[in-house]
């Protein structure tokens, strides 16, 4: 070993330590799914490995209405990302292609922006008295409707930025062809910003499945997200249930997890705002 | 370039529906709010009445002593969250510049805590600092350090909170100083090494003036995103014991749907609304003087 790799040592054991301090409470967290409660309140047993089971599992499936809870989560986030997405694509186009004044361009852009800031307790108590008028309380559909809503502006003016890469020599040739706007954003600027798209479209689909609060007032037991449901099950006895805990959490981070290995490089541009381009 | 088929007005086709929406759902309520907050609002009592009250519910709300607590408390979770994220993400960031085999893989670990589910990691911190079962002291009690009732204790449940917060975000901070350093053209140092600049020189006069646009983005993120911090503070304590963790979303939310005072409520959340708008404000402002 040379001198300079014995120096290197330290910093990699530094590393280590760091990714450890991140990761084993989110793998102590999985683990405590697979205990029994019996295990997981034995002081003796709180790092073992023995005495495993499934039986919590087997338990949420059957007792718990867990399928029910994942399927509204799914139909929730595959649903309103996708329209979310439909809006937000022709109008980061508008703002980005477009021809319209600077001035206009410029306040647009940044209200769409200035609504990330939006705290959502600001408007989820009139949204909870206009849903209970007019029936859409407690059903999926309205809950489904707020987060479309809510992420629209902060798609569109994450697509703004990747539409705006696209080189305006390729769209004004494709004008000069005879190509409408509305074919220019199909046929060049979507295919041509693929990646930016999938990173937003999965941005969104992120925010939507952590979603808590909205999910926590605009639903009940017979519409639950997984937040919800988890924040539920865990707390429903005398005792905090943190074999429950364990499961409903590994069902809820498993997926976005995965999702985040796989988009590293653009969930981070997509969380700074669009400022951190690589 | 003038063409036949984009006229002036083709922008509004495309961004009309997706504005329009927006309004509607997200500045329609604000304004149904402020009608609200004017009212005594009571969903669960019916013998309290619903009539119009004039500005009496502000005038509860900045009387309240609970709602100051919140206010503190609120400032004090942000101010020491984000320094402490900014210190560690920067220090992470420096071990991590020179590491370029497997810096995705890194990246990515390190990614995780901050998009994983905030109701999960409520509920982990519940987890991990059960002072008789949690992992946290589990490790206090190997290395021999006292036993300590983290969140069930008024002294100590908001620095959990600011521990928890500090562990989801620090690598928001890492990422984007890192990318930021990367940003960075070689060129810039390779001037600055055939001038015969310094490391020092060329840190203060390079490395740190680029960056600091993203520390203060960084800033900006967090501060707005701390005074918005709702789920895993609730989801952990519901703002107790004893009210040691009842940040302003928390209270806000307790007002309006546990003590289901509607109009109480409205103006709690019309006055968190101004608080951030002024913030925001001030903040983007502050950013773009330094630009």
Known sequence: MTLKNILKAPKFVLIFVLL??????????????????????????????????????????????????????????????????????????GLAK????????????????????????????????????????????????????????LATWLLEGFFKEVPNEISEAARIDGCTPLSELIRIIVPLSAPGLLSVTILTFIFIW?????????????????PV????TTYQHYIVNYSMLGVSSTVMIVPVIIFAILMQKYLVRGLSFGAVKE | MKTKIQGANTWKWFVFPALFLVLLVGIGPLIYSLFISTHQYNIAKIQIPYKFVGLKNYATIFTDPHVWNSFKLTIIFSA??????????????????????????????????????????????????????????????????PRIIWYGNVK??????????????????????LAGLMAIPPEYYEAAK???????????????????????????????????????????????????????????????????????????????????????????RVIQRTY
Do not use: C
């Not at chain 1, 449901?229 to 539920?232: E, F, G, L, Q």
């Not at chain 2, 589910?117 to 992992?135: C, E, H, N, Q, S």
């Not at chain 2, 608080?275 to 001030?282: A, H, Q, R, Y």
């Open chain 2, 194 to 284: 055939v001038e015969g600049a310094g490391y020092f020189r060329t840190l203060f006069k390079i490395t740190l003036p680029t960056l600091r646009n993203v520390y203060l983005l960084a800033m900006l993120v967090r501060i707005i995103d701390t005074f918005k911090e709702f789920d895993k503070v609730y989801i952990m304590t519901k703002g107790g014991p004893n009210f040691a963790t009842d940040l302003i979303t928390v209270r806000n939310y307790t007002l309006a749907f546990k003590e289901f005072n509607i109009g109480l409520g409205s103006a709690f959340s019309i006055v968190i609304l101004i608080v951030m708008i002024l913030l925001g404000t001030f903040l983007i």
């Open chain 2, 80 to 145: 020491a969250s984000v320094s402490l994220e900014l210190i560690f993400g920067s220090l992470i960031a420096l071990l991590l510049i020179n590491v370029v085999r497997g810096r995705n893989v890194y990246r990515s670990l390190f990614l995780i805590p901050m998009v994983i589910t905030p109701i999960a990691v409520g509920l982990m911190g519940r987890y991990i600092f059960d002072d008789a079962v949690g992992i946290v002291n589990w490790l206090f009690r190997l290395l021999n350090l």
């Open chain 1, 229 to 232: 449901w988890a924040a539920y």
């Open chain 1, 20 to 93: 450890a301090l991140f990761l084993v409470p989110i793998i102590f967290q999985m683990n405590s799914g697979f205990k029994a409660l019996g295990t997981i309140y034995d002081p003796d047993q709180i790092v073992s490995l023995k005495n495993l089971t499934m039986a919590v599992w087997i338990d949420a499936v059957k007792h718990q209405k867990f399928l029910m809870y994942l399927k509204h989560s799914i139909i929730a986030t595959i649903s309103a990302t996708a329209v979310a997405m439909l809006f937000a694509i022709p109008a980061a186009y």
């Open chain 1, 210 to 226: 952590n979603e808590y609060m909205f999910a926590s007032v605009l639903t009940t037991s017979s519409s639950r997200t997984l």
């Open chain 2, 156 to 177: 100590s449940a908001l620095i959990t909170m600011i521990i928890l917060d500090v562990w989801e975000w620090s690598s928001f901070v890492f990422l984007i100083i």
């Open chain 1, 98 to 153: 477009l021809r319209m004044g600077e001035k206009t361009r410029k306040s647009l852009s940044f209200e769409f922006l200035a609504m990330r800031m939006l705290p959502g307790i600001a408007v989820i108590i009139p949204i909870f008295v206009v849903y209970k008028k007019i029936g859409l309380l407690y059903t999926l559909p309205g809950l489904i409707i707020i987060y479309i809503v809510f992420n629209i502006p």
